[in-house]
């Protein structure tokens, strides 16, 4: 069984830093992507970034500059590193996979996910 947790969210003061986890379980990497997305209060999901096991990256144009998405195959675990946090960046994170690639014009579609974890909370306060 796919399972996805993430961890990390909390509050920060604007410009501030945040790390979060989603450690996952159930599945190889290998073949798969694994993505960040989150919503605001009110709005759609977004996606936030995307790493690809054949080492593709994708960011969000809002987050370009400031996030940095990774994995640690041994670990099972894939990381978002957040800096320079903005009041806008408050939503709840959720992680997400799916088989193969979607690349730079899909990987973005929450649509196209069929596993999600329960999300984490990350309030930026100004």
């Known amino acids: 069984e796919v399972q996805l947790a993430e961890s990390g969210g909390g509050l920060v003061q604007a410009g501030g830093s945040l790390r979060l986890t989603c450690k996952f379980s159930g599945f190889s990497f290998k073949g798969a992507s694994l993505a960040w997305f989150r919503q605001a209060p009110g709005k759609e999901r977004e996606g936030v970034s995307c790493?690809?096991?054949?080492?593709?990256?994708y960011y969000a144009d809002s987050v370009k500059g400031r996030f940095t998405i990774s994995a640690d195959t041994a670990k099972n675990t894939m990381y978002l590193e957040m800096n320079d946090l903005r009041p806008e960046d408050t939503a709840v994170y959720y992680c997400a996979k799916i088989n193969g690639y979607l690349g730079y014009n899909d990987w973005y579609r929450a649509y196209e996910y069929p596993h999600w974890g329960q999300g984490t909370g990350v309030t930026v306060s100004s």
């Open positions: 790493l690809s096991s054949d080492g593709d990256t």
